[in-house]
């Protein structure tokens, strides 16, 4: 397309337009792996100092960063596992199985995918205080499963529709039964989706701030999102360079993760609220 | 249906348990509690019978006569079993005994007659003057800061009190520390000014931000298009970056750039300007860099949707445009802008109801500030409910600022069922099970 036009003064303005994020992205990966002079941005030195947050021992009143680590990878591993298998069966039972108020029960999806975070979580969280599980990671867990479940069987609804009716009919008419169909031959055809799904979950769990911070604020449960915001929020050291640090060890495997599935993500992410 | 579908309902069964736990029961109790008076204070669970000096302050307000006042106010003693287990826990068992022994049930209205009491004690002497007036406390019988589990227990102490009997009702209700049902909530939302405030930093928080997501949306979507794929897809991964980056991560990003000591301050200082916290220095600071925070946030969205919408043009159309002479402006503004019609639509609704309910990013940038500026309802919401400086978390209020909120879902999803093609959707299943 477009052969008859000039390219660079798209490219220029576009570059101006992106260029605040490209500064903070730029500076993020500098400062991290730099120290500068108080009243300049230029680096003069590289060092490895910041980072000493991952093997000095931890200031006390603080959680240590590996057991948070260990407890943020928990936390979105066991969430993408239970919205992964919980959307796989329910969303297969919604695009083809049939049983009485079905109509119902999609309707109820959509509806349960338009409630916000904020009207569910004061009662989640007083909720979880009287079954004794607040403040702990089993409850946040289960909670963060439930909030992305519709996302999810909405996803997975998705990909079942795709799959041709002809593959299970075949089966059907060689004797298998319902639940073979499913296991044998449906599965296989929507691996890519419960592929794209898991990773997205564990991101969304990954970068998850709000549930643990109201349903676990206690240090044992702590992940990495409360740890970086009880750290920039103590006020009494203001030092972005430690900050920057503990963001870019807490963004790497997302970051990892966004280069080698981009376009998988770019798509459900676009169609996960087209539906 | 001839027979019951079994598998259907084993495929359902696990979502159905975790949607009616944490969907519909907490949607449910968001209603209830919203005419409670449920706090911090009042705990979750229920409540006890207990009255102090500002409750007694309370009951004064209210029109409780002064002899009731000073009954309840003034502390009598009584030598009784729990005051001489507590003796003997200071001063041992044998004070207690000869205490029990002189004075079993004696009952003193001044504190001065207890002392007298106590100095009566021969064998174990209480000497120093301070150590009997601490022990002289022991023996203090009040209704005043004792705690009764149940409101019968209660009712019997005011009755051995000696309380007038047509003053217990109110003394009770004031007593209880549990939360009760009430409509001073909706009262409340009704008559407070800050509502309004909240209500109109939504209205501008709302805007803004969806114009800046549509128009920026828009752009990038428009003009990547227009790009060599290469370059295109840099610029694609540049703005969606902000999405995929933990929101933590990503503010954290945006407060080193306008922090006192960060990057606009430094490099704003090099041409003699002083440097000043650019995020949270005025409300319009705070408004700008709260709009674009979350305008750079949204506007992925907008471009991947509007990205594929584009490439969906079939491209005989742009070509043969272009054999006209179109130039690029003609060929945005009569062919691709018509075509994109019902995704502008769809984005826009889909990011006005979502922008009414998020408040993450401005929870993590500025906190609702500076003041109260930037407090949004969703944010007011959080605060009120669950952390808030004064330490008690008003759960009721801030379930009925929530239940405004449930509304506003409630819109959401007539609106998605509209959009979604629900008959569509519902397609009869080709084998029936």
Request: charged share 15%; aromatic share 14%.
């Amino acid at each position: 397309m477009s052969h008859n036009f000039r390219h660079w003064p798209i490219i220029v303005i576009l570059s101006i337009v992106s260029l605040p994020l490209i500064i903070m992205f730029a500076f993020q990966i500098i400062d991290t792996f730099t120290t500068h002079p108080i009243d300049s941005m230029i680096p003069d030195r590289i060092t490895f100092e910041q980072f000493s947050f991952l093997w000095d021992e931890a200031e006390t009143g603080r959680a240590n960063i590996w057991k948070v680590t260990l407890n943020t990878f928990i936390f979105a591993t066991t969430t993408a596992v239970v919205v992964c298998s919980v959307s796989m069966t329910t969303a297969y039972a919604l695009s083809r199985l049939n049983f009485p108020f079905r109509r119902f029960f999609l309707g109820g999806l959509i509806i349960l995918h338009a409630f916000p975070t904020v009207t569910l979580i004061i009662a989640i969280f007083l909720i979880l205080q009287i079954i004794g599980l607040y403040d702990t990671l089993l409850g946040v867990i289960m909670v963060k499963a439930a909030l992305e479940l519709p996302f999810g069987i909405w996803i997975m609804k998705g990909f079942y529709d795709n799959v041709p009716w002809e593959i299970e009919m075949a089966g059907v008419q060689d004797g298998a039964s319902r639940f073979t169909v499913w296991w044998k031959l449906v599965l296989p055809q929507v691996q890519p989706g419960i592929f794209a799904l898991m990773i997205f979950s564990f991101l969304s769990g990954w970068s998850e701030f709000l549930l643990p911070q109201v349903l676990a604020p206690g240090n044992d449960a702590q992940v990495l999102s409360t740890y970086l915001t009880a750290l920039i929020a103590d006020d009494t050291k203001i030092d972005f360079a430690l900050f920057k640090a503990v963001g870019m060890f807490y963004a790497i495997p997302v970051i990892a993760i966004y280069l080698i599935f981009q376009n998988k993500l770019m798509n459900i992410y676009g169609g996960g609220t087209k539906g | 249906m001839k027979n019951f579908n079994w598998l259907a309902l084993g495929f359902l069964a696990p979502a159905l348990i975790v949607i009616t736990v944490f969907f519909l029961a907490p949607v449910i109790l968001t209603g209830i509690f919203s005419f409670t008076s449920m706090s911090t204070s009042t705990g979750v669970t229920g409540g006890e019978y207990l009255l102090n000096q500002s409750g007694l302050r309370a009951l004064a307000d209210k029109g409780l006569n002064q002899v009731t006042l000073d009954q309840l106010n003034n502390a009598g003693y009584v030598v009784d079993e729990q005051g001489l287990a507590a003796l003997a826990e200071k001063h041992g068992t044998a004070t207690a005994d000869e205490m029990r022994k002189l004075h079993d049930n004696g009952q003193f209205s001044a504190r001065r007659d207890m002392e007298r009491a106590l100095k009566d004690l021969k064998a174990n002497k209480i000497r120093s003057t301070k150590d009997r007036k601490a022990a002289a406390e022991l023996f203090k019988h009040s209704l005043l800061n004792e705690r009764f589990e149940a409101e019968a227990n209660f009712r019997v102490a005011l009755v051995e009190g000696d309380i007038p009997i047509e003053d217990h009702e109110i003394i009770v209700t004031q007593a209880y520390t549990g939360w009760v049902w009430t409509v001073d909530n909706v009262k409340l939302l009704f008559s407070l000014p800050s509502t309004l405030r909240y209500a109109g930093n939504t209205l501008i928080y709302v805007t803004l931000t969806l114009i800046f997501n549509i128009g920026f949306g828009l752009f990038l979507a428009i003009t990547t298009f227009y790009l060599p794929a290469k370059s295109a897809s840099t610029f694609r991964a540049i703005w969606f970056l902000p999405r995929i980056l933990p929101p933590v991560m990503y503010v954290l990003l945006w407060k080193w750039l306008t922090w006192d000591t960060g990057f606009i301050a430094t490099t704003l200082s090099w041409v003699g300007v002083a440097p000043k916290n650019w995020m949270l220095d005025t409300s319009t600071h705070a408004w700008v860099v709260v709009v674009l925070i979350n305008g750079s946030f949204g506007a992925s969205l907008g471009m991947i949707l509007f990205s594929s919408a584009i490439k969906a043009i079939p491209s005989s159309i742009l070509y043969s445009s272009e054999v006209d002479g179109a130039n690029r402006w003609q060929q945005v503004r009569y062919i691709i802008l018509p075509h994109l019609r019902w995704p502008i639509l769809f984005v826009t609704s889909y990011q006005t109801l979502s922008l009414l309910t998020s408040f993450e990013h401005i929870l993590l940038s500025t906190e609702g500030g500076p003041g109260r500026a930037t407090e949004v309802w969703s944010l007011a919401a959080y605060h009120i409910a669950l952390d808030n400086y004064g330490g008690n978390l008003q759960y009721g209020l801030g379930a009925t600022f929530a239940v405004a909120l449930v509304i506003i879902g409630i819109i959401a999803s007539l609106f998605y069922l509209r959009f979604f093609n629900f008959n569509e959707m519902v397609a009869k299943p080709k084998i029936e099970g």
